[in-house]
Nanobody, 123 residues
């Protein structure tokens, strides 16, 4: 079965950086899209970024463009989210998700999810 495990969350001050990891297992992910979503208390789950392993395209929400970037380690089936210039509004639980082949910004179209990792950014 597909299993996604996030790590790398924590607490930082505004302006700081974190790198989140998502280790995927259970199958070969060369035809998959890996996405990052976040959810703050009382808010809807929000698209952050995605990487299409088939096309090697990356996609970012407007709110994180220029600050966040995705990368991957093909051998480890791991994707990363480098988060720089963090703001208090970035505080949320960050989730790794996966779906087959096609890019999507919609959480409902991702069938596989990790457990989430907390990111807290203080002023």
């Amino acid at each position: 079965q597909v299993q996604l495990v996030e790590s790398g969350g924590g607490s930082v001050q505004a302006g700081g950086s974190l790198r989140l990891s998502c280790a995927a297992s259970g199958r070969t992910f060369s035809r998959y899209v890996m996405g990052w979503f976040r959810q703050a208390p009382g808010k809807e789950r929000e698209f952050v970024a995605a990487f299409n392993w088939s096309t090697e395209n990356t996609y970012y929400a407007d709110s994180v463009k220029g600050r966040f970037s995705m990368s991957r380690d093909n051998a480890k089936n791991t994707v990363y989210l480098q988060m720089n210039s963090l703001k208090p509004d970035d505080t949320a639980v960050y989730y790794c998700a996966a779906r087959y082949y096609l890019y999507s910004r919609f959480p409902r179209e991702y069938p596989y999810w990790g457990q989430g990792t907390q990111v807290t950014v203080s002023s």
